[in-house]
């Protein structure tokens, strides 16, 4: 019974390390959200151009209630690698998802690299930018479209590969743009390595809040500095207003 009880601590002991070294290799294997090439460089940032090579795929079109444009999401056709073993080979299923994005008024979401706007009464088509990104939402303000007629979208995407493993997506920071219906002036408003946190509208300001690393450590946590702005959606140019509502 001893050698029994003995041989389970052991096997105990041998799991609890192997937990302790797995979790280890996790934690270093973890990529911090912003990988900084140059410290004292860090303001200045290359927004990469569209690559004319990748092979791009659109949705079918989108139109927001009493607008009068449509919204073709662009994107790329995304393939799945699952294996699975059977008698000992392994056999490769491909899964391929031709969707781009999922529409639910008034957002759109998804994998979105571009959005081609359209009149609804013109065959012509106008790309949303010449960047790289990845949008994850696009929001039609509606409430403030029926109140004042003006109709404007607001994006949450990923403009920069932030963290430098070549890839856009939810890994690197989340940036805050408005625009047009149409698509035309489309704007930054968060600061360049500043995370977006969240944004609402209230009458015809924007507010939104991001997190700027301040400690340059490339993570965002409980020390770096929280900035709170709002713009006025209704001015000419949107300019974002710092406030402290913590007075």
């Known amino acids: 019974m001893n050698e029994d009880l003995k041989l389970m601590k052991y096997h105990l ?3 609890a390390i192997s937990l302790a070294v797995f ?4 934690k270093e294997a973890e990529t911090p959200k912003v990988i900084y ?4 460089k860090t303001a200045d940032v290359n927004y990469q151009k569209i690559d004319s090579t990748e092979i791009k795929i659109a949705d079918l079109p989108i139109k927001f209630s009493g607008t009068n444009y449509l919204l073709h999401p ?3 056709v995304r393939v ?4 699975s073993s059977r008698y000992g080979s392994t056999k490769i299923n491909n899964q391929v998802s031709y969707k781009i994005s999922n529409y639910s008024t008034p957002e759109i979401t998804g994998f979105i690299t571009n959005v081609m706007f359209q009149h609804k009464d013109s065959l012509e088509l106008k790309p949303l930018t010449t960047h790289k990104m990845e949008i994850l939402s696009i929001n039609y303000l509606d409430e403030l479209a029926l109140k004042t007629n003006k109709q404007f979208l607001v994006y949450t995407l990923v403009d920069m590969d932030t963290n430098k493993d070549g890839k856009y997506d939810d890994n690197d920071i989340k940036a805050l743009y408005i625009s047009s219906i149409n698509g035309l002036k489309f704007t930054k408003l968060t600061k360049d390595l500043q995370e977006l946190l969240d944004w609402q509208v209230i009458d015809d300001k924007l507010y939104f809040r991001s997190i ?4 340059k ?3 965002f946590d409980s020390k770096d500095a929280v900035h709170y702005s709002y713009i006025h959606l209704l001015d000419e140019e949107w ?4 406030y402290n509502p913590l007075g």
């Open 212 to 215: 700027e690393d301040i400690n």
């Open 217 to 219: 450590n490339g993570e």
């Open 239 to 242: 300019q974002p207003q710092v």
């Open 37 to 40: 090439g140059n410290q004292e």
């Open 80 to 83: 799945y690698n699952t294996g």
């Open 74 to 76: 662009v994107g790329n």
């Open 13 to 15: 002991t041998l799991l």
């Open 23 to 26: 979790a280890s290799c996790k």
